[in-house]
């Protein structure tokens, strides 16, 4: 249909742009344009390069558009932007003229058109018989990040639990007890914008691999440290934070490199569902561990277990590309190339911004704002915090990140504490207890990834689905929190019942009470298909920059938040006003910025 096979390459003239009244005579633009996208074809599809026109029945990009190109004549059929008149034709048949789904856009006297999918029929049918379907490489990659971020909670949770007897074996107060607790997220959230930016630079993997070996040489020397002095324990736990603070940044790169955006919600529910398990995890054996082999045994354990998993992650090949990933890079390195060409004739023209407008490969139409051509992008080597910093979206992910990690890592550190202090509670019942709600949000995680992937493909749109989400796992958990709040016993209760040695609350009080946590997990673990997955709807590109910013804004909370709490107990006896009214005013002020603000186009800096 598309006429004789001709040599790759093969031009019979010179190539140039067709010439009319104020036109501009370009001479590489064609070359470059054609002979980009004809190395993107299969042998079998690839057609002719005849005439002065060259016809493609596949293009590149979601909506397989026809790029043609025309050499030395006006196409029948255009959309100039000049102003002029555009006029239909009829299809050709020998793959040298216009086609009836073409229509052209006139770049001063040039006539480069795209055009919408072709309905003929030269795509080959499908084989009869289906091959066996392997896993890709790339789940591989995502099951190793998950045991990495298991780790890393691990690591995280540990202190929680354990603060509880070294708090009584060394004499801690509250306020001490929220420093010890805090000091991880100094570190934390120092290594957040250097990590966003060296995985850009020499990829997650690496990053990864060394963030997993310095928190758990960390968490080693953690026991020894503590018999010194309280700052030396801190230091020790600013060490963790640093190692752990690469995880996020380094993972998001490797995910934004080798997974598709219609498995996005998946994979990514998938790594930092890893979390919620790590916290479950840890906490199922703290309690044990400890009352076993006493406090030190969580730190040594936890830490041998990271340095394996540093060893072992090279021999996943981590780097390594799928052949679909690869043929979509490459489909997306030549969008990147017609734009270069394009923003090329408009520049040599000299007149304003062109009408072209070129799709993306991804799974969600082009926002006016990035049919911006190649001359309006930042140079690949240079990451554009400016524009990150004036985009409404980024300051949506940022401040969702912010109010979300509030509770998440005051509820994390602090549980234990309040099944202990507030309900009077053995260390080892403690640690039970904060375990489940993190086995509610683990629950919950299988869940999230395919139900909002499936909305995506059942065509929502994907910034409504990235909304509902966020939306489910902010107002959902304010609630709960809320009538925590009423319902924990107050101070004099607790110190009354601690002096007579009776029981703070009933059985039935305590279950409503984790009742409701685990119900507000369950419901925040929606975040891993909300702000989790925003970075890599905003730019694929620097997703790992953009984690850096909003997570450094995440670990804020692990400053403030856990030693506030800390700071509020010891001066109010209030546990309504030290952790869940704080945490109930965050979600929901977070939820109405992000409802506002919030975006998953991709971005014009993208």
């Known amino acids: 249909m598309l006429g004789s096979q001709a040599p790759r390459g093969a031009l019979p003239r010179p190539c140039q742009l067709a010439q009319q009244p104020g036109s501009v005579h370009l001479t590489c633009v064609r070359r470059t ?11 079998a599809q690839r057609p002719a390069l005849s005439g002065c026109a060259s016809s493609f029945g596949k293009g590149f990009g979601s909506q397989a558009q026809r790029l043609v190109i025309a050499c030395g004549q006006q196409q029948p059929s255009d959309v100039r932007t000049n102003g002029g008149d555009a006029s239909k034709s009829e299809p050709s048949s020998n793959g040298t003229g216009p086609t009836a789904d073409g229509a052209a856009y006139h770049l001063n006297g040039g006539a480069a058109a795209l055009s919408l999918p072709s309905t003929s029929g030269d795509v080959a049918p499908a084989p009869a018989v289906a091959a066996v379907v392997q896993q890709p490489h790339r789940w591989k990659v995502v099951y190793m990040m998950a045991v990495a971020f298991v780790l890393c909670n691990m690591d995280k949770v540990n202190m929680s639990v354990a603060v509880i007897p070294m708090a009584s074996e060394l004499g801690w107060s509250a306020t001490e007890r929220g420093l010890v607790s805090s000091s991880f997220f100094w570190g934390y959230s ?3 914008l250097p990590a966003g930016y060296i995985s850009t630079q020499i990829g997650g993997a690496k990053v990864l691999a060394a963030g997993v070996a310095l928190w758990s040489f960390g968490t080693l020397v953690a026991p020894p440290a503590a018999q010194v002095s309280l700052l030396a324990l801190c230091a020790t736990r600013v060490l963790v934070g640093l190692g752990e603070g690469f995880a996020p940044s380094a993972a998001t790169a490797v995910l934004a490199k080798l997974v598709p955006s219609t498995e996005r919600s998946r994979a990514v529910s998938t790594v930092w569902g890893g979390l919620d398990v790590g916290s479950a995890v840890g906490l199922l054996l703290c309690g044990p561990l400890i009352r076993m082999f006493g406090w030190p045994s969580v730190f040594y354990l936890f830490a041998v277990l990271g340095l394996v998993w540093a060893a072992l992650w090279p021999l996943v090949q981590p780097d390594k590309m799928d052949e679909d990933m690869i043929a979509e890079k490459k489909k997306k390195d030549q969008e990147r190339a017609v734009r ?12 304003g911004k062109p009408g072209v407008t070129l799709e993306s490969v991804d799974e969600v139409p082009l926002s006016a704002t990035y049919t911006k051509l190649e001359k309006g992008l930042p140079a690949d080597s240079k990451v554009p915090w400016g524009e990150f910093f004036r985009s409404p979206p980024v300051w949506a992910v940022t401040v969702a990140h912010f109010c979300f990690n509030w509770g998440y890592y005051t509820l994390l550190a602090w549980l234990p504490s309040y099944f202990e202090l507030a309900l009077g509670l053995n260390v080892e019942r403690s640690s039970f207890l904060t375990l489940i709600p993190y086995i509610a949000m683990t629950a919950m995680m299988p869940l999230v990834g395919p139900i909002a992937d499936g909305w995506v493909r059942s065509g929502m749109p994907l910034t409504r689905v990235r909304k509902i989400c966020q939306g489910i796992a902010f107002v959902g958990p304010a609630a709960c929190m809320i009538a925590c709040a009423i319902l924990t016993p107050a101070a004099a209760v607790t110190a009354k019942a601690a002096a007579t040695g009776g029981p703070v609350a009933g059985p039935v009080l305590t279950a409503v009470l984790v009742g409701l946590m685990s119900v507000a997990f369950a419901l925040g673990a929606w975040s891993r298909a909300g702000l989790y997955c ?26 403030l938040g856990v030693s506030a709490a800390g700071y509020l107990l010891d001066t109010t006896a209030s546990w309504a006003l030290a952790l869940f009214i704080p945490t109930a005013i965050c979600q929901l002020f977070g939820a109405v910025v992000y409802s506002i603000l919030a975006s998953s186009e991709r971005q014009s800096w993208s």
């Open 33 to 43: 344009v054609v002979r980009g996208l004809h190395t993107l074809l299969p042998t």
């Open 190 to 192: 120092l290594t957040q």
């Open 340 to 351: 270069q060409a394009l923003a090329a004739a408009q520049a040599a023209g000299g007149s």
């Open 534 to 559: 925003n970075h890599q709807d905003l730019s694929p590109k620097y997703a790992s920059a953009l984690l850096g910013i909003t997570n450094t804004a995440g670990a804020v909370p692990g400053v």
